[in-house]
């Protein structure tokens, strides 16, 4: 009886580690990955002003840290144009004439900071993946200041007069919410091609206090294309 008991043992014991050995352990890995992609972004409207960002094309760096499938961890910066556009209705005006909304157009540059979770599943050379994170999205106006124009009537005026004023900037930070999905394609045992989709969702930017922000939540899509080299 206790041989049978222990040719089972030995039995179970074999089988488990032809299953060990059968099934390649997960392996840590480490790269780091470039990409370039576009920016569209959503205009908002709030606080009586209408704010549309320019589209721009941008660039992302990544450092990712990959332990298990459930277990994934990154560091990323990314970099755009990012203008921004702020337009206020026109005044009231006497019959007969007509008035232009104030506009004013800020030229500045976003700057993205973000440590995000992944998950993860290998399939060959293949690997999809899924993110989400969040982090610190700052706007920095490349000018000092900036010119406002419009039209507006006053009385005794031909109308309607163009009027212009000179106003400051200033650097607009917030937090941002990242979000995202895609795909690693191993081409080289230590290169691959990256393609990925990611959002982010922030509040619209406030860069002069001519204009107020919309203080609207806004979005931004970035689909990109990269390479990475995997250590």
């Known amino acids: 009886m206790r041989a ?5 043992f030995a039995l179970v014991a074999l089988l488990l580690a032809g299953l060990a050995l059968g ?8 790269d780091v990955a470039a990409s370039v992609y576009g920016a569209f972004n959503g205009a908002t409207s709030g ?16 450092l990712r840290h990959i332990s298990s499938p ?5 560091a990323t910066y990314a970099y755009n144009r990012a203008n921004q556009h702020y337009t206020e209705p026109a005044p ?3 019959a007969l004439s007509t008035c232009s909304p104030s506009t004013i157009s800020v030229p500045a540059d976003a700057h993205e900071l973000t440590g995000d979770w992944v998950v993860s599943l290998g399939i060959g050379s ?25 039209s507006q009537c006053t009385l005794g005026s031909t109308c309607p007069q163009n009027t212009s004023t000179s106003v400051s900037t200033k650097t607009s930070t917030q937090g941002v919410f990242v979000y995202g999905a895609g795909l690693d394609w191993t081409v080289l045992p230590h290169l691959g091609l990256r393609f990925q989709y990611r959002g982010n969702l922030y509040k619209a930017a406030d ?5 107020s922000s919309t203080n609207a939540f806004t979005h931004t899509s970035e689909p990109m294309i990269g390479a990475y080299l995997r250590f």
């Open 4 to 8: 049978n008991h222990s040719f089972k």
């Open 23 to 30: 099934c390649p352990a997960a392996r840590a890995q480490t």
């Open 47 to 62: 606080n009586g002003v209408h704010q549309s960002p320019s589209n721009s094309a941008g660039i992302l760096i990544e």
């Open 70 to 74: 459930l277990v994934g961890y990154e």
């Open 92 to 94: 009231p005006c006497p």
């Open 126 to 150: 293949f690997r999809p993946f899924a993110l989400a994170g969040g982090g610190l999205l700052l706007n920095v106006p490349t000018q000092g200041s900036v010119t406002t124009s419009g």
């Open 207 to 211: 860069l002069t206090n001519a204009f």
